[in-house]
Nanobody, 120 residues
Framework: QLQLVEPGGGLVRPVGSLRLSCAASGSIFRIYDMGWYRQAPGKQRELVAVITSGGSTNYADSVKGRFTITRNNTENTVELQMNSLKPEDAAVYYC??????????????WGQGTQVTVSS
């Protein structure tokens, strides 16, 4: 069973920092792009950051300069370092990954989501 697991999340004060992590496990042959999305109440899910297998990154304008996405291709993990958090960053954060399975199929997988609350 292939899955993405996201421990972490939590409550943080404005201008504080939080680090999210996500680990992929199961019958994995190769992982292509990995990313983080978020969804706030009443809003659509939006891309936060994405990183290719080669390490190229792309960020939503709203988080540029504050968030950093990294990955470990050996451990099949992706992390999101979030600094200078704002109340509008509060959302459920989801990791996702484009994965080649060992059976030859390729599919996007999603984590279960983790709540990030930014409040004083």
């Amino acid at each position: 069973q292939l899955q993405l697991v996201e421990p972490g999340g939590g409550l943080v004060r404005p201008v504080g920092s939080l680090r999210l992590s996500c680990a992929a496990s199961g019958s994995i042959f190769r992982i292509y792009d990995m990313g983080w999305y978020r969804q706030a109440p009443g809003k659509q899910r939006e891309l936060v950051a994405v990183i290719t297998s080669g390490g190229s990154t792309n960020y939503a304008d709203s988080v540029k300069g504050r968030f950093t996405i990294t990955r470990n291709n050996t451990e099949n993990t992706v992390e999101l370092q979030m600094n200078s958090l704002k109340p509008e960053d509060a959302a459920v954060y989801y990791c996702n990954a484009d994965i080649d399975r060992k059976d030859g199929t390729q599919e996007w997988y999603w984590g279960q989501g983790t709540q990030v609350t930014v409040s004083s």
